[in-house]
């Protein structure tokens, strides 16, 4: 399971993708910012396509880890988070650290482009809005810079490459 | 019914976020016309109070995958369309 309601647990993350063979481990954290575009943030809510969730995140985990022996580990909370609270955790092992870092990169970005997850900002000015959507939920696929078509021809380039 | 003329499916529409705001539904069930795309469920969607709001090319998914408008429908498609993305 990608996606949890409960706090992200790094230690265990990093537990399911270490290994002898595997001395170089990439972590990164998404945690919850207090501001956005000059506003405070108080807190976040985030929701999802949960199943889309699960299985856009299984091709993305294949897609980084057919590139070499790297083992990844990936988590996604949803619910209501607090300032500082970690959103997402990506960890990303391999036997030398270029892996590592290109995996654990890969993982991060991809989700952020595919991913169904979406977040509520809750500011201090007593304010909420959707994240992305405008006041009014009016932007395209195309203006968010996640046209399909694009999807498509990154993931072409991205296995050209290797 | 042995019917040579038009046949319909039905699809399960589902929305998320501003666009479930807007529209004030999570999920309906389209009967359309075959042959029939993910423009054409978007058009639909579009007719209904509220779904002038959706932009002219949303993000979608067919069972799961991300697709484009021009993707063929089947029966029990189940078809998302989905706000800007903002995980992570």
Known sequence: MYLSEQPVDLTTLIAAVQSPERGG??????TVRNHHRGRDVVRLEYSA???MV???CGRIVAEAESRGNVAV???HRIGRLEVGDVAVAVVAASAHRDEAFTACRHVIEELKRRVPIWKREYFADGTVEWVGSGAAGQADSGTAGQRVSDLHLTGAL???TR | ???TAVSAITVRVLLFASYSDVLGLDS???TIETPATVADALNRVRSLPGGERLPAKPLCALNLRHVDAATRLSDGDELAILPPLAGG
């Open chain 1, 49 to 51: 396509y949960a199943p």
């Open chain 1, 73 to 75: 580990s990936l988590r």
């Open chain 2, 1 to 3: 019914m042995t019917g």
């Open chain 2, 28 to 30: 309906l069930d389209l």
């Open chain 1, 54 to 56: 699960e299985a856009e």
């Open chain 1, 158 to 160: 991205g296995r050209a």
């Open chain 1, 25 to 30: 481990i990439a972590c990164f954290l998404g």
